[in-house]
Structures are given as C-alpha cells and as structure tokens.
C-alpha cells in the first residue's frame, strides 16, 4: 500500500513539474567575452540536478576507493576471528568427544590466533591433564594467567580439580586459598574444597565446610550426616587414648550432631579404655530417647555385652525397652547375655531363644552354646556350634 501511495506521488511531482516547465519562458544568459550562451532556465535547472549527481557519485566512488585498504584489512581481521572461533569449538567438540590430544592442538591454534586466550588455553590444559602430560598442563595453566586477568579465577579453579584427581591435596588446596582470596567462596569452590579437606583429612576444615554448605542448602542432608560422622569418628580416634578428652569433644558438639551411631562410637572407645561407667551413661541416655530410626543396633549390642556393674538394673531397663520392640533381636540378645552374666539360665536361654526366632545370628547360636555348656548339655552345645559355623548367618 505504501509503495503504490510513492508510486502515485512521483506521478503527480512529475506532471506538476511538466506543468511548470511549459507556464516558464524564463533563461539564463551566460557571458563569457567573446562567448555568449543563452539557454532556458528549465535547462540549466536540469543541467545543475545532473551536475549535482554526477558530482556526488564521483565523491562516492572516490572515498570507496581511499576506504577499501582498510575495508579489506577490517575483512581479513574478521574472518580470521571467525576461524579462530571455529577451531575454538571444534578444540570444545574433540575434548568431549575424549580426543584429548587434537584437542590440545586446536586450543593451541586459538590461542594464537588471539580468540578467547584464557579459555583456550585452559581448555588445553584440561587436555593436557586428561593425557597426563603434567609439562604440558602448567605451562598452559601458566599462559591462561599470563595471557587473560580474567580467567585467573577458572585458572585457580581448574588447578585445583585436576591437582585433586592427582591426589596432590595440598597443592589444590594452596589453588582453592588463591581463588577464595580473590572471589570469595562460591558453592561450587566450597564442595571442591570439602573433596580436598577430606583428602587432607583435615576433619576440622571438613566440619567447617559441610556446615557451611548445609546453611546453603548446597549439601544434601543424608550425605552431610555421614562426612560429619565420618569427620567425627575420626577426631575420636585420634582422642581413644584419653578418656576426659572423648567425654569433652562430645559434650562440646551440637546436639543435631550427636547422633545413635556417634554415640556408640565415643561409648565403644570408653569402654576400650576402662571408663564403663561414662560409657553405660551415655549409652543409656541414647537408647532411652530413641524413637524410629534412632534405635541403634551397636548401642544395644555394647549394652549387652561389654558393660559390668549391676547386671540386675540393666536387665529391668532393657525389659522396659523390649516392651516397646517385642521382635528385637538384638534387644532380646542382649537380655540373654545380661541374664548370663547374672546366671539366670532359664531366662537367659528363653531370651536367646526368641531372638533367633526373630532372625538368626551367629552370637545368639554362640551364647546358646555357651549356656548348654555351662548346664552340661553338650549334645545341644554342639549343635549350636555347628549352627554358629554355618556360613551366611549375621552376627
């Protein structure tokens, strides 16, 4: 519609020109001695719009041409830009493809040819690292830096993922400090710090980072439990020698983390060294306020067989429990061998009973045959040996 709108109003332009050459007698008189030229004025306005054109095409023509060195120059530029992209990505597509080393050597080439430098050249030290060609890999590390401030960072971040999977933890960790001190720590750098803590088996750090990553929502809650218990059982290892310092390290930590499964753990190694009483205490404490999943079989188990004292108290409260949990073997276990220490056999060999009807062990066949050998039944006895004996059975 537009087009026919112009179409129609450059008719009209040229039939009111038309109109107005015909109405105008006007001329021009150009004198130049001894020359004298008279031309209509409708001439020489014709004449002046073609001199006009004709003189602007000659300008345009001329400034093409002064143009065209550098257009051609600004040409080459760009298409070298564009191959150097081009071999850039096909570096990206070999390296995930696993051909580790045409990969290098098309990062190579971008590199040189001035596209993304830092990139490229981290993109050939993760093919050098794949193809563990440790020369190769930091000098490219050491050209990414050099080569692009902006990519120190990726730089530092790379460094340190390709120096853990070397297991060199120290020298990641030393990487990861560099990055955290020039960015700060981001989620990502926190779990690959976590990884090198752990490698380290700095438990403390390994503390510090799985609380900062669960605050962050950036952990899951399963798997921060077990590296806190892992860190934790570790720090009582290294404590098993001293009681008052097993007691203090437990007593310091927060009660969301003092778990079942810990607590047998700080209560085993009391018991290793002799302070039964501490340990009774806090195994106590764990199974009186268990509920569900918190009913811990190791707890149970120590309950029965490792503590001394008053075997009589023991037994009521462990009657109390197996009023909530009738069918727990290892709770009815753990009645036999406290009523075998108080040498209640009748009770001891009906507690033993119900527990491998429950599920077999090989402990409740051993305790059963220890308490037939303790009655002189040793048909029964040996039965029970032999049932101990047979493989597949749980402890």
Not at 135 to 151: F, G, I, N, V
Not at 376 to 384: C, G, K, L, V
Request: aromatic share 6%; charged share 30%.
């Amino acid at each position: 519609m537009r087009g026919l709108f112009w179409l129609l109003a450059l008719f009209a332009a040229a039939a009111g020109l038309a109109l107005a050459a015909r109405v105008n007698d006007g001329y021009v008189l150009l004198v130049f001695p001894p020359w004298r030229l008279e031309i209509s004025l409708n001439l020489m306005l014709l004449l002046l719009v073609a001199s006009f054109a004709v003189l602007h095409l000659l300008l345009r023509a001329l400034s093409l041409a002064l143009a065209l060195p550098k257009r051609v120059s600004a040409f080459r530029e760009q298409r070298s830009r564009d191959k150097a992209a081009a071999t850039f990505l096909d570096a990206l597509r070999l390296f995930l493809e696993g051909r580790y080393g045409q990969s290098l050597k098309r990062a190579g080439e971008a590199s040189a040819a001035g596209y993304a430098r830092g990139l490229s050249a981290l993109l050939a030290a993760k093919a050098a690292h794949a193809m563990r060609e440790t020369d190769k890999e930091a000098d490219w590390l050491r050209r990414a830096t050099q080569d692009d401030s902006a990519a120190r960072n990726a730089a530092w971040m790379l460094e340190a993922e390709m120096q853990l999977e070397n297991r060199q933890f120290d020298a990641a960790a030393e990487a990861l400090r560099q990055l955290h001190e020039n960015s700060g720590r981001h989620i990502a750098a926190l779990r690959l710090d976590l990884k090198v803590q752990q490698g380290r088996k700095d438990w403390e750090q390994v503390l510090r980072l799985v609380r900062q990553l669960e605050k962050r929502d950036a952990l899951a809650p399963e798997l921060a439990r077990e590296i806190k218990l892992k860190a934790h059982r570790e720090n009582l290892r290294l404590r098993q020698g001293d009681a008052g310092q097993l007691l203090a390290y437990l007593k310091a930590l927060p009660s969301s983390e003092t778990t079942p499964r810990l607590a047998a753990s700080v209560a085993e190694a009391l018991f290793k060294l002799g302070a039964h009483a501490e340990a009774q205490r806090i195994v106590e404490a764990q199974l009186e306020k268990a509920e569900g999943d918190d009913w811990n079989p190791d707890l149970v188990r120590l309950y029965g067989e490792s503590l001394d004292g008053d075997a009589t108290a023991r037994i009521a409260r462990a009657e109390k429990w197996l009023g909530q949990r009738p069918q727990d073997a290892g709770l009815l276990l753990a009645l036999g061998r406290l009523c075998l220490q108080q040498r209640l056999w009748g009770k001891a060999q009906n507690y033993l009973e119900a527990s491998l009807s429950v599920e077999e062990s090989r402990d409740a066949h051993l305790e059963l045959a220890r308490l037939f050998d303790q009655l002189e039944r040793p048909e029964e006895a040996n039965r029970h040996y032999r049932e101990s004996a047979r493989p597949g059975l749980c402890q």
